[in-house]
């Protein structure tokens, strides 16, 4: 039987038309935070619900720790029942109430709530602002309070629904750099949602990139880490998704795939190739270059760069084909 957190197993799932996604399989291990990455109406925000328990998936099973908790369009166990923490992007803190109070909340007849209240907020660095309410926080203090009331129960899973996305973007990264180390120093699981790709690059352990290959329903293309997923995507949907990417025809079947640092170009009054336009990008300038066989993204550091019609040479430090 399974023994992590999560574990989906062959899910898939459609309301009362065409399947959202199918044959998803993916698991989540004690400590580990795997994003779900996937463009909107890819169906990721639907998975996370079927883990949940908001939504019966059609097809597949869902286990939490060792209880499969649906398989094939039946709940075995109610949402209610199932021990998980969820995290939502507006955070659904209660505004009358005071951070203890929200924390609390989920520790309803509890005799060890409070012990475990103070427990739960100096994890999460907020000491001294117990009777504070809500609106006199800042965006990360009452995302972190969310993350204290979903952490409070001791759940071993925690469902994550873009929880950052309202954080600019230093912050994010800080947040979500200190969820991660909560995250793994309290032995839970996570599965996280999001269509922004640094995110899921930067504070995953795994990433699942999820897309619809044509007309069909969405399945997942690829699922490693971060690096594996950026360095060696099994498909041109899964590079688009992962980063800035360019592809050049090789005169096959296959496209060269070039990540924009991956590439130079070398100004030459004789050069073949050309550059179409720059763009300032605060460490650097972005150039789009023509070249024979199509054009790509050039990442150029320097306080200046060639400027658009300038003939030259592309080079490539490394390539991949897709």
């Known amino acids: ?66 209880q499969e908790v649906a398989r094939d369009g039946r709940e075995l166990i109610p949402a209610e029942r199932r021990g998980v923490g969820m995290m939502f992007q507006d955070y659904a803190l209660f505004p009358h109430m005071s951070v203890s109070e929200n924390v609390a909340f989920g520790l309803p007849g509890d005799p060890h709530a409070a012990a475990r209240v103070r427990e739960v907020l100096s994890l999460v660095g907020l000491q001294g602002l117990e009777d504070r309410r809500p609106g006199a926080l800042s965006g990360g203090q009452q995302q972190r309070v969310a993350l204290a009331r979903a952490l409070a129960p001791k759940p071993s899973l925690l469902l994550l629904d873009e929880p950052f996305a309202n954080l600019d973007g230093p912050l994010r990264f800080e947040v979500g750099a200190h969820v991660v180390e909560i995250l793994a120093s309290e032995g839970v699981g996570a599965l996280l949602v999001t269509h922004d790709r640094e995110e899921a690059l930067g504070l995953s352990h795994r990433v699942a990139v999820l897309a619809s290959t044509g007309d069909g329903p969405a399945g997942l293309l690829q699922v490693g880490s971060p690096q594996e997923v950026y360095d060696a995507p099994v498909s041109a949907e899964a590079a688009l998704l992962t980063g800035r990417i360019s592809f050049l025809s090789t005169g096959s079947n296959e496209r060269l795939a070039i990540r924009p640092e991956e590439a130079s170009f070398q100004p030459d009054e004789a050069g073949e190739d050309r550059v179409l336009s720059r763009r300032y990008t605060g460490a650097g300038w972005e150039l789009r270059v023509e070249t024979e066989a199509g054009v790509v993204l050039v990442d150029h550091v320097g306080a200046s760069a060639p400027e658009s019609g300038t003939a030259g040479a592309l080079m490539l430090a490394t390539s991949r084909t897709v």
């Not at 009362?16 to 400590?31: H, I, K, R």
């Open 1 to 66: 039987m399974p023994n992590n957190p999560l574990e989906l197993r062959d899910l898939g799932h459609s309301y009362s038309g065409p399947s959202v996604f199918e044959d998803v399989s993916l698991t989540v291990a004690p400590g580990e935070l795997v994003s779900i990455l996937g463009a909107s109406g890819s169906g990721k925000s639907t998975l996370l619900r079927a883990a949940a328990g908001f939504v019966t998936p059609s097809r597949g099973s869902v286990w939490i720790g060792d």
